[in-house]
């Protein structure tokens, strides 16, 4: 199967650090995304993991476990500007075609 | 990286009518564009894979007869949702599909409003 699964929603407050998780199952996984998108907009790119371990830009981190099925997305020094929706995608092969999870929607409080 | 746009970025039309969205790719040569849409609330979900000159691939439970999908040339993909109803307003995205790249794109998005 391809289900990809991640929290719906999540808050938390300015300053502080948000770890979203994602977990999926799926044949010829070939990568994995985490997208920014703010409401009434595409996609913007955060991270790309096709090993296993941590791949650090900035103040968003994002881990991959191949064997586990599972990433997550970390976000440090949150900032009011960081309220949207963080979506995990599984890349289904070399072509492109990604899976996306039904996303989670983050709000930070000051 | 990749630049693409859509045309138009916001449509309203009646219902049982047709609309046309197009996707361009401005700096690169896309032999494959991914179209996803996604409802209020909800992700992306793949409707299709066009192929630049030959038919293009349907996603289960997406009606190839109703979204039309053209891929006449390799900077140009379109779109077209035919007899369009309420339940067909979405945000449509198209994505090109970038052979060795690890950083996938996107265009603007169309958000279609059906009345």
């Known amino acids: 199967g391809q289900n990809i699964d991640q929290p719906t929603e999540m808050t938390a407050t300015e300053g502080a650090i948000v770890q979203i998780n994602c977990t999926y199952q799926?044949?010829?996984?070939?990568?994995l995304f985490w997208y920014q998108q703010h409401a009434g907009e595409a996609p913007t790119f955060l991270s790309y993991?096709?090993?296993?371990g941590l791949e650090e830009k900035g103040r968003f981190s994002s881990f991959l476990s191949r064997s586990k099925g599972y990433s997550y997305l970390l976000l440090k020094e949150l900032q009011m500007k960081d309220s949207a929706s963080y979506l995990c995608?599984?890349?289904?092969?070399?072509?492109?075609?990604?899976?996306f999870g039904q996303g989670t929607e983050l709000s930070v409080k000051p | 990286g990749a630049v693409v746009s859509q045309h138009p970025s916001r449509v309203i039309c009646k219902s049982g009518t047709s609309v046309k969205i197009e996707c361009r790719s401005l700096d690169f040569q896309a032999t494959t564009m991914f179209w996803y849409r996604q409802f209020p609330k909800q992700s992306l979900m793949l409707m299709a894979t066009s192929n630049e000159g030959s038919k293009a691939t349907y996603e289960q439970g997406v009606e190839k007869d109703k979204f039309l999908i053209n891929h006449a040339s390799l900077t140009l993909s379109t779109l077209t949702v035919t007899s369009a109803h309420p339940e067909d307003s979405s945000f449509y995205i198209c994505s090109p599909g970038l052979a060795g790249v690890t950083e996938q794109f996107f265009g603007p998005g169309t958000r279609l409003t059906v009345l």
């Open positions: 993991n096709v090993l296993d």
């Open positions: 995608a599984v890349l289904y092969n070399q072509g492109g075609k990604l899976i």
């Open positions: 799926t044949s010829g996984f070939n990568g």
